[in-house]
């Protein structure tokens, strides 16, 4: 399975396409060079463009073929760790100021799609699923401190029964509904991203990958046909695609491995699995999470693989997972199944740097992309405009490099996330 193509996916089958972008094989100059067009490039370029900046985009394969077309489209609140971890990692202060931003990067996203008409299924209501009865204890008092230290009141604790009456599957015992988050049809969310910045004059080069830059006498970023781009500025946007493209972030942020299947169309019987239509995860390690379709299909995304390379076997691989959450589907056919790379870090908070004056990385969202790298890649667009302030607020965060290094994160992480993914099965 490619990551340079659109995999068969229920998204590839109902996006929007666009025509295709042509390849770059001359030499030529901008103000701006992104490497990677989904979420962060596109939102970075955009928002540069709009600034009267000649930006140049750098796609390895076609647009949005990496997390951000196979992503399951989930709009969650606030950064991807809890207020609590990191008022205790970075006090209460820059807290509330990484909450403001991911409260505003909800609002970007639908900003972005009010703004420039981008067809995406938005739906509210994200559901959060606890599958150990002493977890709710925990879920419920974390959103009364939401609405009592940050006013945010829309997080609604859910017990047993009223989680029984929204989502049909017997393993969860509570959880919340958050009605200020949702989900969306991530790949047309990102094809909407790449037409709007189109019309404001931004060129994507699809089919051409960045394989080096320079940051010497003058900035170079050359591709693996004999493309050059050179620029004022280059912006690291391609999240867990990077590797061996600049050792720091490689140090920073790794890839891994994650999959989605889609029943064929469920007709009466999908309120019996989400009653209200909002989104679902649960509080495993790794994640199931899970929403229907405008077409009443069930998108289910569930395990992880740590190997190099995607799975091709995805339908099999996947339906255990699902059918753990909800076994009455065992005689429902699954009519897609995909994988996709996404950029974790150690903490599990983006990597978002200045690498020099000239280059700028924002990567590692771990499985929070869909709401933070649209706004991410506008504060990035901010910094080259000499609005530092918020991107200095995002290098505060807390993101060692991987023990071990790029020769040892692989290994040693592998065992870790194994171990974790062994508890959630026990």
Not at 56 to 78: K, M, T, Y
Request: net charge neutral.
């Amino acid at each position: 399975m490619s990551e340079q193509e659109h995999p068969r996916s229920w998204y590839a089958a109902t996006a929007h396409a666009l025509p295709e972008q042509p390849q770059l094989r001359d030499h030529i100059e901008a103000d701006v060079a992104v490497v990677g067009a989904g979420y962060t490039g596109l939102s970075a370029a955009l928002h540069l463009a709009e600034k009267g900046l000649k930006v140049v985009v750098l796609e390895a394969g076609r647009i949005g073929c990496g997390a951000s077309g196979r992503n399951g489209g989930q709009l969650h609140s606030g950064q991807r760790r809890d207020q609590e971890f990191l008022e205790e990692a970075v006090g209460k202060d820059d807290a509330r100021k990484l909450w403001a931003l991911a409260e505003e990067a909800k609002a970007l996203v639908h900003d972005l799609i009010a703004r420039h008409d981008i067809k995406c299924d938005y739906q509210s209501g994200l559901i959060h699923a606890d599958h150990k009865a002493r977890y709710v204890a925990h879920t419920h008092a974390y959103a009364r401190h939401l609405a009592d230290a940050y006013g945010y009141d829309k997080v609604e604790p859910l017990n047993r029964e009223q989680i029984h009456a929204l989502v049909g599957a017997p393993a969860y015992h509570g959880g919340a509904i958050d009605h200020g988050a949702g989900h969306l049809h991530a790949l047309n969310f990102t094809l909407g991203l790449a037409r709007a910045a189109m019309e404001k004059g931004v060129q994507i080069y699809e089919r051409s990958r960045a394989v080096r830059f320079e940051d010497n006498h003058g900035l170079a970023v050359d591709t693996a046909d004999g493309g050059r781009v050179r620029a004022q500025f280059l912006l690291l946007c391609g999240n867990g695609l990077m590797d061996g493209l600049d050792q720091v972030v490689d140090e920073h942020v790794m890839p891994i491995n994650n999959y989605i299947a889609v029943t064929e169309p469920l007709g009466s019987r999908a309120k019996g699995i989400i009653a209200n239509g909002a989104a679902v995860a649960d509080s495993r390690f790794v994640v199931n999470y899970f929403r229907l379709t405008p077409d009443n299909r069930l998108l289910f995304g569930g395990g992880e693989s740590y190997r190099r390379g995607l799975r091709e076997n995805v339908t099999e691989f996947v339906r255990p997972f699902l059918l753990s959450i909800f076994p009455q589907l065992a005689d429902v056919k699954l009519d897609y199944g995909w994988g996709g790379t996404l950029g974790i870090t150690m903490t599990r908070l983006p990597f978002v740097r200045r690498l020099s004056d000239h280059v700028l990385v924002s990567a590692g969202y771990s499985g929070q992309g869909v709401a933070l790298a649209p706004l991410y890649g506008k504060i990035l667009a901010e910094a080259i405009a000499g609005q530092i302030g918020r991107l200095d607020l995002l290098e505060r965060l807390p993101v060692p490099g991987f023990i071990g290094g790029t020769a040892l994160r692989y290994p040693l992480l592998v065992a870790g996330l194994t171990y974790y993914a062994l508890r959630d099965r026990l």
